[in-house]
């Protein structure tokens, strides 16, 4: 049985990304917010979908679900570590006199 070669990993664009959204500054934040929301979380079921084929005996290689779940795990991973940042930063502008 030949293994299939290794897919590469591809950043999501910033034009695609930045070109789809409002040119208003608060939706524009959510819309792309929303975007990358949407964009981990196909990548948390595309993982999941992987696993399953996987563990019912379809022509899926271990090492396609390896890949597939470091690569959600770090897309979630960095998602939060953007939540967070966006969230210190509003809590500073809160805290500041006017």
């Not at 999501?12 to 959204?21: E, L």
């Not at 040119?23 to 929303?34: P, Q, R, T």
């Not at 993982?47 to 005996?57: C, V």
């Not at 290689?61 to 940042?85: C, G, I, W």
């Amino acid at each position: 049985m030949a293994m299939a070669p290794i897919q590469p990993i591809v950043a999501p664009a910033v034009d695609k990304i930045s070109a789809a959204t409002p040119s208003s500054g608060g939706a524009a934040f959510a819309s792309l917010m929303k975007q990358v929301l949407s964009n981990v979380d196909n990548s948390q079921r595309q993982t999941a979908a992987a696993m399953d084929r996987f563990l019912s005996g379809e022509d899926t290689e271990v090492h396609q679900v390896a890949l597939a779940t470091q690569q959600a795990e770090m897309q979630f991973d960095l998602f939060m570590q953007v939540r967070n940042k966006v969230i210190a930063a509003y809590q500073e502008v809160m805290k500041m006199q006017m």
